[in-house]
C-alpha cells in the first residue's frame, strides 16, 4: 500500500507563491508516474500536474508558466511549485501515484493523498 503525506497548502495573496511537497511511502520510482490533482468547491476535480518516471511532465492549460512539477527520487517526494497565484486557483490539492503516460493522454493513478487546502486571495 502507497501512502502519499501532502504538506505545503496555506493562505496566500494574489501573486504569491507556494510550493507544496508529497512524500510516498515507498520507492516513488517503482510507482510509475506522479501528479497533482485539484478540487474546488462545486467542480469536478481536476489534473493540475503530471511527471512521468523518466521527467516528461504535463500541465492544465490554465497553470502553464506558472506551476512547475518536479521529483526528488532519493527524497521519494514530488513538489509543485505554484508561482503567481490567482484567486482561481484556490482549490484542494491533492497527490497522485501510479499515473501512466499513454499515447492517448495521462491515465489517473490509484493512489492518493489526503489534500491540502490552497487559498489565494484577492
Known amino acids: 500500500q502507497v501512502q502519499l503525506v501532502e504538506s505545503g497548502g496555506g493562505l496566500v495573496q494574489a501573486g504569491g507563491s507556494l510550493r507544496l511537497s508529497c512524500a510516498a511511502s515507498?520507492?516513488?520510482?517503482?510507482?510509475?508516474?506522479m501528479g497533482w490533482y485539484r478540487q474546488a468547491p462545486g467542480k469536478q476535480r481536476e489534473m493540475v500536474a503530471a511527471?512521468?518516471?523518466?521527467?516528461?511532465?504535463n500541465y492544465a492549460d490554465s497553470v502553464k508558466g506558472r506551476f512547475t512539477i518536479s521529483r526528488d527520487n532519493a527524497k521519494n517526494t514530488v513538489y509543485l511549485q505554484m508561482n503567481s497565484l490567482k484567486p482561481g486557483d484556490t482549490a484542494v490539492y491533492y497527490c497522485?501515484?501510479?499515473?501512466?503516460?499513454?499515447?492517448?493522454?495521462?491515465?489517473?493513478?490509484?493512489?492518493w493523498g489526503q489534500g491540502t487546502q490552497v487559498t489565494v486571495s484577492s
Open positions: 511527471i512521468s518516471t523518466g521527467g516528461n511532465t
Open positions: 497522485n501515484a501510479g499515473l501512466m503516460r499513454l499515447p492517448t493522454g495521462w491515465t489517473t493513478g490509484e493512489y
Open positions: 515507498v520507492s516513488i520510482f517503482s510507482i510509475n508516474g
